[in-house]
């Protein structure tokens, strides 16, 4: 029984191993958040602020090991699509209809 408890014990730390990190830029204010998330997501920043806004946002976030000046390596991700038109079929040759003086229904 020992050895069965210790096996247990062996197995069961794999449960209590795994350690969940609180993103730690989750308590900027909403506007350096947001920018974060643009930058995350691989948006051109450039193109949005200002040269001199855009280096205050990067001073801002620098501490946190995230440069905004450096584009993201993110890929654009574009959904192939494929479009499915449906239109009147035609009733198959073996299908009969059923006689209405058979059905009955259950009372």
Do not use: C
Request: hydrophobic share 40%; glycine share 2%.
């Amino acid at each position: 029984m020992n050895r069965l408890l210790k096996d247990f014990d062996e197995r069961n730390q794999i449960l209590f191993r795994a350690e969940a990190d609180i993103d730690e830029l989750t308590h900027l204010d909403p506007k350096l958040l947001a920018i974060y998330r643009m930058w995350q997501a691989g948006d051109d920043l450039t193109s949005k602020y200002s040269r001199a806004t855009l280096y205050r946002y990067r001073a801002k976030l620098l501490p946190y090991g995230v440069d905004i000046a450096i584009k993201s390596n993110v890929i654009k991700f574009e959904p192939k699509t494929r479009v499915i038109k449906l239109g009147p079929v035609s009733r198959p040759d073996f299908y009969e209809f059923p006689n209405p003086s058979i059905i009955r229904l259950a009372a």
